[in-house]
């Protein structure tokens, strides 16, 4: 039987973009940086096994913007 309070260790590569992109905006969610990737997976996989997918299918959708609402300068 798995426990749920066990941690796994696993070694993550990621870039120095992407940590920092990570890092910035786990200081916004006032998470560490292991939290919020924890954090993102574990939501991931939640949407995972309620569609089957993934992402979202709004992801790649065109924001809903009237761009001609916009006064230009």
Do not use: H
Not at 52 to 69: H, M, R, T
């Amino acid at each position: 039987m798995i426990d749920k309070n066990t941690k796994k260790q696993v070694p993550l590569r990621l870039s120095a973009r992407l940590y920092n992109d990570l890092a910035n905006w786990a200081e916004t969610d006032f998470r560490s940086v292991n939290g919020q990737i924890e954090y993102l997976l574990t939501e991931c996989v939640k949407q995972w096994k309620k569609s089957g997918k993934y992402v979202s299918d709004e992801l790649d959708a065109p924001p809903d913007i009237d761009i001609d609402s916009f006064e230009r300068s």
